[in-house]
């Protein structure tokens, strides 16, 4: 059961262009999401999270929108660059039994952006 | 630099032997987690540690897997008996309860390869 989806494999975009980066999941419990960058051969790189209580939030040229009644949220590149090919990773936390947030993440499977000069 | 620090970064075992893993967390955390990648997926919660105590463990973790947190720094990951399905990067992160958000940062994976 894959309660994180990223259903798209893999996006191609031209430089300068905006990239959007999908995600869906299924668990109303997750109160946390995050946005990860994975380079082969590398640990993941944080880039951006957003909070439950909130649809957006935006940090240079990353914006994460989150639409809670849908499940799903999204990552805006504007613009997109060439170093900014890499995996693309969404994962969400749910509420921790002593009540704190953001632990245990649960990741989808990534897509792989490509941004052709 | 002081992120998440892992070690080895790459091991090649033959089945059977016995592997360890280590990480040392980003000095002012009080949590660490371990994960594991295989090709494909992405990273798979494993289990993690706030200080010294070891609070959960997934379901992926069979009993010939041991992690370890003695002193509430570094933490070691035993992998005993490999065999080719261990094979994967096993990615080490770590958080600070003390702040808001409690962002996880990973290290940079140890990939193990059982021949």
């Known amino acids: 059961d894959q309660q994180v989806k990223q259903n798209s494999p893999s996006l191609s975009v031209q430089e300068g262009r905006i990239s959007i980066l999908n995600c869906d999941y299924t668990n109303s419990m997750f109160d946390y999401f995050l946005w990860y960058k994975k380079y082969p051969a590398e640990g993941p790189t944080f880039l951006i999270s957003?909070?439950?209580?909130?649809d957006k939030n935006e940090d240079g040229r990353f914006t994460v929108f989150l639409n809670k009644s849908a499940k799903h949220l999204s990552l805006h590149i504007v613009p997109s660059q060439p170093g900014d090919s890499a995996v693309y990773f969404c994962?969400?936390?749910?509420?921790?039994?002593?009540?704190?947030?953001?632990?245990?993440?649960?990741f989808g499977k990534g897509t792989l952006l490509t941004v052709n000069p | 630099d002081t992120g998440v620090s892992q070690d080895p970064r790459h091991k090649i075992t033959k089945r059977g032997q016995n592997v360890t893993f280590r990480c040392d967390p980003i000095?002012?955390?009080?949590?660490l987690y371990w994960y594991r990648q295989t090709l494909g997926q992405g990273p798979e919660f494993l289990t993690y540690?706030?200080?010294?105590?070891?609070?959960?463990k997934s379901r992926l973790l069979s009993d010939r897997f041991s992690a370890e947190r003695p002193k509430g720094s570094f933490s070691t990951l035993e992998i005993q008996r490999t065999e080719q399905g261990d094979s994967a990067m096993y990615l080490c992160a770590s958080s600070n309860t003390g702040q808001g958000g409690n962002t996880i940062y990973f290290g940079e994976g140890s990939w193990l390869t059982v021949v």
């Open positions: 540690f706030q200080n010294e105590a070891q609070l959960e």
């Open positions: 994962a969400a936390s749910s509420p921790e039994p002593s009540g704190g947030s953001n632990y245990k993440l649960t």
């Open positions: 957003i909070s439950s209580i909130k």
């Open positions: 000095s002012e955390h009080n949590r």
